[in-house]
């Protein structure tokens, strides 16, 4: 069984909380949720276990060939960028940090396909610089549903501001909303009610 | 061994505050004065969470951040920034990866604490995970 | 000519058989009848007769051709005034024959104009009367038609018997006359012309003077134009000075303005950059202030210690939110860039009451969201948010009981007119004059904590900046207040 539905959620400085706070508004969700977190190698496998704490999908560290699977969270490690292959399968390429950052959610964004064709939600939350804005506009262009977090509740408005900044972000919400957003989104695809 | 945490400060109260509140809690706090303090502790090994405010004079804290990234001392440690700015500068990209939060002026003592609990228990997961093997 | 006008020959004579002068027969006759009473005279008589019938002969023939080659017409007329004879010269004169003359009237065959006759006629009674006539000229017609003029002279003389007989001496002055006549006429042409002339001088004089009037009219208009140009340029001038001081007046006014907007604007900044620079210098030493002043409390076992240590707090909380507001009242000041889009009032109030719910529940105070769905604004979203997130907390602060809270949206032309209604303490009429200042308190003690005084200066700050506008209507003290603030309608196209 394939996976239709995917999450794609980059986030920096002030993510890790962040995260918790959306995750907390989820279900298990018929989707696969791939993080990319920016945070040093050796707290990787906290982060992992925070969001695993927040919820009862399963939250794995990204492996090279893992593949995506629905109540599946994945969480991209440092020092690689996270790519999908024919939007199955996560790859984890080494190269040059993109944005000055390894992984990139550019990288990640910018590797969903068209086809195979998947409901794909792009959200960017709080961090530094402007990783994820290229990935937002790119997820747009392939008929994703993208959302940005919004300034009040950004620990640091940098990237989420960036990201709405490209005018391809169609929600701009606190975590919590964010949660309940992706949530029926996700709800309103299992139910066969494609929204492109 | 315990986690320690240094404050980078230039305001003696403000570290002084943020010592006794984590003392408080069990934290083991190592105030610094300066940007070129917080290098010497980094240089003589200090690994830890490391709580930097922005302000500073002669070497703010983004400086210093970038300073200790380029001489890689920043491996295993865990940065906050501390600042009584609304919004950080520009030219952050370089050490997003590096700083996990951004943490603003005046602060809620428990934040701080739930906060800097969270970075230790990162870190000590870490190291165990080591020690494991 | 002699006195004696008897020719020798008519003095003997008795009588003529015919009235011919040149008449041969007659005159031989005559000759012969003399000669009869003389031939029985001797033969001495014979040649006497030879000699004087030559002698006869040489008069007649000088007489004979003084009156055909004369050159003046020469009539001989009886005492009637009936030609007797003429001359060649008269025919020739009147281009006719002798004959035709002969025996008639002076007047009858036409060589004489009518309207002469009775001049002539007299003259002739007079010559008859006197003995000669005066030189008269007359204007006579030739047989074809033609003019002639005459010089006529008359001599009456008497025969013996004592009938008269008239001779008229003819002399043509045509050609004179011609001359005179064409003279005459030329005079009068002349005299024609010359009063043609006369007149087409007097005409041109009068043109001239006509002329001379227009111009100096003419000249007269000419000094006026030129005048008023002088007055019209000398005014244009004036006016050119007079625009280039309004222009150097404005210029000045202008860089006045200018001067003083920018003084504004800088002391503005000024104010806003103390403001902010304030803010954040007391964020330091609030800094440690909030981080131990709980510690400070939870070490207090005197409960009356731990109450002051509250109360501290409590103050120093609010310190840090108004230090909070006045930052983002300061940056809303300076931040000019709002970001507009299509948003949906419905969609932002339902997310402010969202994340509020549980204040609003801890309240007691009920919400309910009326905004049509489809109304759409052109507004900034983050501050539209900040804007419900400020009345909606102003009016749970209002509403100390609890109450019902209502947001509700009409349009109105080209704005959105949304109003948020409360049960609570209402505004009095005294106080609805200055909600909208800054750090305003409707609390004139200023001891109400719970807010900065400038939730609502920083609404009104955004909704005017929006082009908007807002204000609050109460019934008065605890009758609930309604605000209302107006954005501009998303123009759909």
């Known amino acids: 069984m394939g996976c239709n539905n995917l999450v794609i959620i980059g986030s920096s400085t002030g993510g890790p909380e962040t995260v918790r706070r959306v995750l907390s508004r989820m279900p298990v969700l018929e989707a696969c949720i791939l993080i990319v977190q920016h945070m040093p190698r050796y707290v990787n496998e906290s982060v992992r276990a925070e969001f695993a704490e927040e919820t009862q999908m399963e939250v794995k560290l990204a492996d090279d060939g893992m593949v995506l699977r629905h109540g599946l969270v994945i969480v991209a490690r440092s020092d690689a960028h996270a790519r999908l292959a024919a939007n199955k399968v996560v790859q984890l390429v080494s190269g040059e940090k993109v944005n000055y950052v390894r992984p990139s959610v550019d990288v990640t964004m910018k590797s969903l396909r068209s086809i195979p064709r998947v409901n794909a939600i792009g959200v960017i939350l709080t961090g530094m610089g402007a990783d994820g804005a290229e990935g937002i506009r790119h997820m747009k262009g392939v008929g994703g549903v993208t959302i940005s977090q919004d300034e009040a509740s950004s620990v640091v408005y940098g990237m989420p501001k960036v990201a709405a900044a490209t005018g391809c972000v169609d929600f701009i919400l606190p975590p919590e909303l964010i949660g309940s957003k992706i949530t029926d989104l996700v709800k309103s695809w299992s139910n066969g009610v494609h929204l492109s | ?133 | 000519m002699s006195e004696r006008r008897e020719s020798p020959v008519t003095q003997g004579a008795t009588e003529v058989r015919s009235e011919s002068v040149l008449g041969h027969e007659g005159y031989t006759g005559e000759l012969e009848k003399a000669l009869e009473l003389d031939t029985a005279s001797s033969i001495d008589g014979r040649a006497e007769f030879e000699r004087r019938e030559r002698a006869l002969k040489e008069s007649e023939e000088k007489f004979r051709m003084i009156f055909e080659h004369a050159n003046d017409g020469i009539i001989y007329l009886d005492e009637s005034c009936t030609i007797i004879d003429v001359n060649p010269r008269v025919e020739e004169m009147f281009g006719t024959k002798r004959e035709d003359l002969v025996g008639k009237g002076f007047s009858e065959k036409g060589f004489v104009l009518p309207h002469l006759v009775p001049r002539i006629l007299s003259e002739l009674d007079r010559a008859l009367g006197s003995g000669f006539g005066d030189l008269i000229e007359i204007e006579a017609r030739r047989m074809d038609g033609s003019p002639i003029f005459l010089e006529a002279s008359l001599r009456v003389i008497v025969r013996e018997g004592g009938d008269r007989r008239l001779i008229a001496l003819l002399r043509d002055v045509t050609g004179r006359n011609r001359v005179g006549v064409e003279m005459q006429r030329k005079s009068a042409e002349l005299l024609a012309a010359h009063e043609e002339q006369q007149n087409l001088m007097n005409a041109l004089e009068e043109q001239n003077r006509i002329i001379c009037d227009s111009q100096l009219e003419l000249a007269e208009a000419l000094d006026r134009a030129v005048r008023s140009e002088e007055e019209v340029r000398d005014k244009n001038e004036q006016l050119l000075a007079m625009q280039e001081n309004l222009r150097e007046m404005n210029q000045h006014l202008e860089e006045r303005v200018m001067q003083r907007t920018s003084e504004i604007a800088s002391l503005l900044r000024q104010k806003e950059s103390f403001i902010n620079q304030l803010a954040h210098d007391l964020r330091s030493p609030l800094t440690p202030v909030v981080a131990l002043l709980p510690m400070l409390r939870d070490r207090q076992s005197d409960p009356k210690s731990k109450e002051i240590a509250e109360m501290v707090i409590r103050n120093i909380d609010y310190m840090e939110d108004l230090v909070s507001s006045t930052i983002k009242l300061a940056k809303l000041n300076a931040d000019v860039k709002f970001d507009l889009s299509p948003i949906s009032i419905w969609a932002t109030v339902d997310g402010v009451l969202k994340r509020g719910q549980y204040r609003f529940a801890e309240s007691n105070v009920s919400v309910e969201n009326r905004i049509d769905r489809g109304v759409m604004v052109s507004a900034d979203r983050l501050r539209l948010a900040e804007v419900i997130e400020n009345l909606a907390t102003n009016a749970v602060k209002f509403m100390p009981g609890g109450g019902a809270l209502v947001f509700d949206a009409q349009t109105s032309g080209e704005f959105a007119v949304i109003s948020v209604r409360d049960t609570g303490i209402g505004i009095t009429s005294e106080q609805m004059a200055h909600i909208f200042e800054e750090f305003w308190k409707a609390d004139k003690s200023r001891h109400d904590l719970g807010s900065s005084g400038l939730g609502l200066a920083i609404c009104q700050r955004i909704v005017e900046k929006h082009g908007g506008k807002i204000w609050a209507e109460s019934e008065g003290t605890g009758k609930g207040t309604t605000f209302f603030f107006t954005l501009p309608l998303h123009a759909t196209r």
């Open chain 2, 1 to 133: 061994m315990e986690t320690k945490i240094m404050i980078v400060d230039d305001e003696p109260d403000i570290r002084a505050a943020v010592c006794t509140i984590l003392e408080a809690s069990g934290y083991g706090v190592l105030p610094v004065e300066s940007g070129a303090r917080c290098i010497e502790e980094l240089e003589k090994g200090f690994r830890g969470v490391i709580l930097m405010d922005v302000m500073m004079p002669e070497m703010d804290g983004w400086a210093t951040t970038k300073k200790a990234i380029g001489k890689g001392l920043l491996e295993g440690n865990v940065v906050a920034m501390l600042t009584a700015k609304e919004d950080p500068d520009a030219d952050l990209e370089e050490v997003a990866e590096t700083v996990v939060n951004y943490i603003r002026k005046p602060f809620k003592p428990d934040m701080l604490v739930s906060t800097v609990g969270r970075y230790c228990r990162w870190l000590e997961r870490d190291r165990n995970a080591h020690l494991a093997g």
